[in-house]
């Protein structure tokens, strides 16, 4: 497991901008005008099935751009589903214990009871379009194209047609200060980032790697720039990629394929590796 040649520390972060920093894979640290989220945090070496003392599954390739214990105290921590990649659950028992009292974890429909072992005091499931104020900034739950259940075929799924008690999966639309940012967690190809809630974000925090083996649930590079540019924002974001290896394309070949294509939509590439950090004022 190499070291990530970046890294991110948090004292160095400004209350009066917007910094998004890429810890590894989807796990994203945003100071947001003073108001600091993670998103789907994972900090572990290794993500799968829990046997005894083993984990089946993954190795990260790459170490977080920061390590656990130097998260700053966190405001809010958003989940867009329960994936092993994106929901680790070592991780969020560290994390409840540390900021029981500070953080409100916003996760998204009927999974809440994955978290019941956890000390969390703020727990919010929120499903589509729902949106609540939370630590002076306005989160609205967003669609997504994929699937919700950790262990498949054994959960009901919301990608199954379960509406009312499937496994659900979001993105979210942070708003603080006349600034948007999207968080488009896990998904595939969907013309619903032409909807007027999309529209003019100040970067988009997209996905772009596992299209080759799980084609139905995420985006190439290409499809990941076609939405971007549905909302008319100018700035993705690229995350999901070089952190396990999740899918048969090359490590390197997702943002080779983005740089190539991103001239054809107008749009930024901002922070390609992780540790690296996007400033937005």
Not at 77 to 89: A, E, R, T
Not at 92 to 110: P, Q
Not at 208 to 220: D, P, R, S
Not at 241 to 259: A, C, Y
Request: hydrophobic content about 35%.
């Amino acid at each position: 497991m190499k070291e990530s040649f970046h890294k991110i520390n948090p004292r160095n972060r400004s209350d009066d901008k917007i910094t998004i920093g890429r810890v590894g894979h989807s796990t994203v640290l945003i100071n947001f005008f003073g108001t600091w989220i993670l998103t789907d945090p994972v900090f572990s070496q290794r993500i799968g099935f829990k046997i005894a003392w083993l984990t089946i599954g993954p190795q990260r390739l790459v170490k977080p751009a920061l390590t656990i214990c130097d998260i700053p105290q966190i405001d809010i921590i958003l989940i867009s589903h329960i994936h092993m990649d994106h929901f680790d659950l070592p991780t969020l028992s560290y994390l409840s214990k540390k900021f029981w009292k500070t953080a409100e974890i916003i996760i998204s429909k009927n999974n809440t009871d994955y978290l019941r072992k956890s000390d969390f005091k703020e727990i919010k499931e929120m499903d589509r379009w729902e949106k609540k104020f939370s630590k002076w900034a306005y989160i609205t739950a967003l669609e997504a194209k994929h699937r919700g259940a950790r262990i498949p075929f054994f959960q009901s799924d919301r990608s199954r047609g379960h509406r009312k008690n499937g496994r659900s999966y979001n993105g979210y639309l942070i708003e603080k200060n006349e600034k948007k940012i999207i968080f488009a967690g896990d998904t595939a190809y969907g013309e619903f980032f032409k909807q007027d809630i999309y529209q003019e974000s100040d970067v988009v925090l997209m996905p772009i790697w596992a299209y080759k083996l799980h084609e139905k649930n995420h985006v190439t590079p290409h499809q990941a720039l076609e939405m971007v540019s549905h909302s008319h924002s100018k700035v993705i974001l690229p995350i999901h990629h070089k952190t396990f290896k999740l899918s048969l394309e090359p490590l390197d070949e997702p943002i080779q394929l983005l740089r190539e294509k991103a001239p054809e939509h107008d749009i930024q590439i901002w922070r390609e590796e992780i540790g690296q950090v996007y400033e937005l004022k």
